[in-house]
T-cell receptor
């Protein structure tokens, strides 16, 4: 059981480049989300989705786009990378929409923007 | 809006000593409460959660947390820690019926020394 799989694990970009962080889950979870983790800041919600075709913004959405064409996949796109987007990115999924079920996290993507 | 405060950013403790990691939250609506643990270079894993019922919840590895509604706290405790408990611990809340979006505290790094 793979759970939540994130690729790549590490990435270095130059300012202005674009890239897509991939996230896939094999648990048939409706809810998926992206967080960024910065030292001393905890995790902050970027975007989330409650099902295929439905996405919404979290606390820090600027500079990021998402789409949800299938239940399994929830990619995060950086349109024009900036040094402030250097962070560790985590994808998570959960069984329900009511908030009581635990979220399953991937191992993260460590992104550096030069 | 909800917010979570973890009162200690770092907690050093000797092996076999007791430990308490403090968490306070603020919310005008009912919330679910969680503790997640992050080992180095890994994603977050659920440690325990409070949804309703008994205010004392326990994990399989000896941690426990008590929900105190009057003090809006959800402190994490363990009577005797091991070296393997060294990790970062995050307290989080989600609003009931909120699509599962988590609000995290900034984390507490627990260092267990021999």
């Amino acid at each position: 059981n793979a759970g939540v799989t994130q690729t790549p694990k590490f990435q270095v970009l130059k300012t202005g480049q674009s890239m897509t962080l991939q996230c896939a889950q094999d648990m048939n979870h409706e809810y998926m989300s992206w967080y960024r983790q910065d030292p001393g800041m905890g995790l902050r919600l970027i975007h989330y989705s409650v099902g295929a075709g439905i996405t919404d913004q979290g606390e820090v959405p600027n500079g990021y786009n998402v789409s949800r064409s299938t239940t399994e996949d929830f990619p995060l796109r950086l349109l024009s990378a900036a040094p402030s987007q250097t962070s560790v990115y985590f994808c998570a999924s959960s069984l329900d929409r009511e908030g009581g079920q635990p979220q399953h996290f991937g191992d993260g993507t460590r992104l550096s923007i030069l | 809006a909800q917010s979570v405060t973890q009162l200690d950013s770092q907690v050093p403790v000797f092996e076999e000593a007791p430990v308490e990691l403090r968490c306070n939250y603020s919310s005008s609506v009912s919330v679910y409460l969680f503790w997640y643990v992050q080992y180095p270079n890994q994603g977050l894993q659920l440690l325990l959660k409070y949804l309703s019922g008994s205010t004392l919840v326990e994990s399989i590895n000896g941690f426990e947390a008590e929900f105190n509604k009057s003090q809006t706290s959800f402190h994490l405790r363990k009577p005797s820690v091991h070296i393997s408990d060294t990790a970062e611990y995050f307290c989080a809340v989600s609003k009931k019926g909120s699509q599962g979006n988590l609000i995290f505290g900034k984390g507490t790094k627990l260092s267990v020394k021999p």
